[in-house]
């Protein structure tokens, strides 16, 4: 990966670039609205919702949502990841020179799952979204690539790894029997490790997403009357991105960190202690280990170095991630996994959230943006899903 | 419904009327790509598959496909047939005068059923679509709708259509029953009839979707090079739509009417002789009843009299649907009912259609339009299709 010294500061500027080079590359996604989704959001919780919580016998909170869907599950590999990946190859592309990437080669590793539900260690479909996406952007710019997954992985996680003329390395089924096969390939190889979301170049690429959906919000509201845009103006007052290693939510946030009217949040599962994000800004100290199995298996990995201080996180329940994916899939009509649907969740369930945009937006309302941020699932996996309720 | 004598002529110009009146009510769609879809389509079938037909023994077609998905899903109540139902009320109005039509109001009746796979008997979501888009455009010009469902519809159904302030008028469960009760409400009221498909106002609305789709594969193709584009023009070779009562089938002829080079196609399910659109071509004949239960629900109608002499029409099996539908999940992360998987079906299984491809397109291939016409559908009706297989 190229060196922390010499890669872009944070800044949206930044972003711009990075967008400059990955854009060739990527699928620039729809943005997708949806009036019923805005009333579900806009209504008030039902007061015995709040049973057993530090709202009992609280008057639920009355915000007004218009929301915005930025649906990267239609994003080449199924997911945002291809953003980071793209431009962390083209960054090194550039910096070491193209002969030089192609001789040496790139590596990550992957947990090789290809079911969310059938999870046989607790690693998570963020790496297996990285490691593919890594395997598209080096198979597209010609360059080899050496994904080290599990020897137990599924079939068709070989086979959709080697459709992109990957050189598969299989290893123990564990992270660390998984990170030791990788240090082997890279003495041998010399092959650059492109981490999964703790690293500048990552950070930039996956910022695009914010980028391209203030670009589109303003598109569609530029003609919009007064009933579809009672604000009169294009600002989106916050975007909600899922919340795993904080690759997405660091980029976004760099995206709109000179535009204080636009408030960034991140979003988590709470099951087992997935929460570390929030956890860890309580704590005043990032939380280096993660240990569960919530369903928004692609947020179990620990939030990163370099994005652990981001502000403004939220948690819901496994119940509340189900409940909002439900909607999202039938009134929506986007196929997506469970971690694609935590941000909705955190809007329709959160009671502190649920507040702030009704203090902040009043009767005006806020123009939300919600990440989408992958669709990389199956049918036989969200059946499960709905099975155990 | 505006006099038959004083409708626009069926004609590319008159689509292009249509949607001039319409576009500020519906959703511009977006359009998909996906290169595995491209690639599985262009994958020869298997040998074994035609064991038992006309095939048997033969070389299998390699056909070769880029496909243009027209997310109609995502259109507004989650169908095509939104844009039918504000032309039919735009016309109306400009014909009778607005303070006519919100004088008499709007009348049509709908099955009320709101699963798939629990039709309590043969009608279909094609009039439960159509019925829901008829009480949306009502709602939204300020027009009174009267909707006539059975007593036993879905709480969710008659809350459904209640959501937009349509009168909800009770009748038992049959059609014939349902129609009766229509007739009544127009007797005591004066309401206008809007049939779901066989009226040329609901097809003009209805073929704005090939012309929306014609104008976005221009925009997508512009700027491709040769690997994404290598015929070098932005000329759909064929656009293939669901067949159900022909509204959108017969729409879309009449929008490429003039352009001889794009080939338009209808897919329909062949399960207990849900194939009448075919049938009826081969017998010289409409045939005006089906009774089939297909899971393609949206296509258990029979053919309209204005639509039957629609050409180059192909049927595919219940399984070959659901296999279709399933890629379309996971693979595109559209959520979609079974009807709108039909089209696909037909590219991926019908040996017929997969050699007119290969013979006609030749080593370049056809650029292929396929209008996923809807998305009604539940998370629990889609886990019962597949827990069967």
Chains 1, 2 share one sequence.
Request: hydrophobic share 40%.
């Amino acid at each position: 990966m190229a060196d922390h010294n010499t890669c872009p500061v944070l800044t949206p500027d930044s972003v711009r670039a990075a967008y400059s080079l990955i854009s060739p590359y990527i699928h620039r996604t729809p943005v997708l609205r949806s009036k019923t989704l805005d009333r579900i959001a806009s209504t008030p919780q039902e007061e015995s919702a709040f049973k057993g919580t530090a709202f009992e016998g609280q008057k639920p909170a009355t915000p007004i949502f218009r929301l915005y869907f930025k649906c990267e599950n239609f994003q080449k590999i199924g997911a945002f990841k291809a953003r980071g990946a793209f431009h962390a190859l083209l960054r090194l592309c550039s910096e070491l020179g193209i002969d030089e990437v192609r001789k040496r080669g790139v590596t990550t590793h992957s947990s090789g799952k290809q079911d969310n539900l059938l999870a046989w260690d607790k690693s998570n479909n963020s790496e297996g979204n990285h490691a593919q996406a890594l395997a598209l952007a080096a198979f597209t710019l010609n360059i080899p690539a050496h994904i080290v997954m599990p020897s137990i992985s599924t079939k068709s996680k070989i086979a959709g790894t080697r459709a992109y003329n990957a050189r598969v390395i299989f290893s123990g089924s564990t992270e660390p029997e998984r990170v030791a096969i990788v240090g082997e390939v890279i003495k041998e190889t010399g092959a650059i490790l492109v981490p999964p979301y703790d690293h500048p170049d990552i950070i930039l690429g996956q910022g695009t997403v914010g980028l391209e959906l203030q670009t589109q919000v303003e598109d569609l509201l530029k003609d919009s009357d007064t009933e579809n845009n009672p604000k009169g103006d294009s600002v989106l007052n916050a975007v909600i991105t899922p919340l795993g290693g904080g690759g997405l939510l660091a980029g976004t946030a760099t995206y709109f960190s000179t535009k204080p009217s636009t408030n960034v949040f991140g979003a988590e599962p709470s099951f087992e202690g997935g929460d570390d994000g929030r956890r860890g800004l309580a704590y005043g100290s990032r939380i280096p280990t993660v240990s569960t199995l919530t369903i928004a298996d692609g947020l179990r990995t620990p939030v990163g170095e370099i994005n652990w201080t981001l502000g403004g996180i939220f948690a819901v329940t496994e119940q509340q991630i189900k409940d909002a994916m439900k909607l999202l899939l039938e009134r929506l009509k986007v196929f997506i996994e469970p971690s694609a649907a935590v941000p909705f969740a955190v809007i329709l369930f959160d009671e502190d959230f649920r507040r702030i945009v009704m203090k902040e937006g009043g009767k005006g309302g806020w123009d939300v943006g919600v990440v989408l941020s992958g669709g990389n699932t199956t049918v036989e996996a969200v059946c499960r899903l709905y099975k155990e309720s």
